[in-house]
């Protein structure tokens, strides 16, 4: 641990980051691109460069780590696994989510899903809270498509809850603990179900992936592509939702041209990406910018820093329709452990954007109930609260034009 030489590091709390990181992110990356965060005992890059070094490079910045929580929850998977495992384990999710039918589908039903939430709500009213109201069950019901599960997707996401808590739980504990019970319970009743799905679905991603992994490994990958295909997804429509109707300029161009709403999304994964950090472990002593790495120090790669590095980004905090480059971003992170399932998540997104511009015109958000994303690891708002005039709903039967 460093004992001085990072002054703005030292400095850092917890709060900030958690709450608007923005300013002090872009201190960092001016002064300190990598830093020391004894608020968070790790090393936080935040200069976009630097960032992709440490993503592309799983030699000298690792998963394969015993502190990474994750897999002491669900076993090894993609997540925490690197090279020549990793590799094997990925390939068969990654293959079958490229596949023209599954990705065409699984996009089939995330356009009829966010069309069917999204009319549900305005038939009800004139208001509506849509993390959990559209951006939560349309997760859960691709993800349970995707995987041929035919678990209610209220149990799916309880499952998923005691998965999640258990993680956060075991990263904060200062000593090795048990998995906490609810988890296990959890991840026990999981398992029985993927282990039912496979021979019963034999065209789903679990029964392609069974072919080359054992049950086990089918399980642990299907319990952190739940993870990914639920948390960062209902982060991302959230955050593409509020950072659209917050931009009077912005919403009226996507809803005049249909087909800024890819561009929408992406730039709301710049500005504000679900994941905001993901973790590496130094595997030897390694120079980074300014700061010498020992063996075994947590390295922490912002994405939310990355995304908005002036260096790549003109205009950076900004919210631009137009940005030619505006794909360049991490928000999916980079090299070996890239998002398997990123055009599957932007899909969900466009579809959501969509539905709402269709169905609820008119939707502005709540001003009453101000919600900001939030969170030191994943970002989101806590609840998104929207209101609309309920005669300017529409009940046409088009579908988005993203496509």
Known sequence: MPESGFPLGAAVTV?????????????????????????LECWLVTRADLAGQVLRDPRAFTVD??????????????????????RRHRA????????????????????????????????????????????????????????????????????????????????????TTAVPAPAATAFGEL???????????????????????TPDEVVSNAAVLLFGGIETTEGMICN???????????????????????????ESLRLEPAAAVVDRFATAGVSLGPAAIARGDLVRVSLTGANRDPAVFGDPDEFDLDRADGRRHLAFALGPHFCVGERLARAEARASVSALLDRLPGARLDPRRPAAPSGLVFRKPPALHVLWAAEATRSTSSRPTWR
């Open 92 to 175: 068969p999710f990654a293959r079958a989510l490229r596949a023209a039918p599954t990705a065409d589908e699984l996009a089939r039903v995330a356009v009829s899903e966010a069309d069917s939430l999204v009319s549900a709500l305005a038939a009800a009213g004139s208001e509506a809270e849509l993390r959990r109201g559209l951006a939560g069950p349309l997760a859960v019901t691709v993800m349970a498509r995707m995987l041929g599960l035919g678990t209610p997707p209220a149990r799916l996401l309880a499952w998923y809850d005691a998965i999640v808590a258990a993680v956060s739980e075991l990263s904060a504990a200062e000593e």
């Open 191 to 213: 398992r029985a179900e993927i282990e039912a799905a496979v021979p019963r679905n034999a065209q789903s991603v679990l029964a392609a992936a069974a072919e080359d992994l």
């Open 240 to 266: 593409a939702i509020w950072q659209l109707l917050r931009d009077e300029t912005a919403r009226r161009r996507v809803r005049a041209d249909r087909s800024l709403v890819a561009a929408a999304v992406e």
């Open 15 to 39: 709060a900030e980051l958690t709450d608007d990181p923005y300013p002090v992110l872009r201190r960092l990356r001016a002064a300190e691109p990598v830093s020391w965060l004894p608020a």
């Open 65 to 86: 780590d015993p502190r990474f929580t994750t897999a002491r929850v669900v076993g090894p998977s993609m997540l925490s696994l690197d090279g020549g495992e990793h």
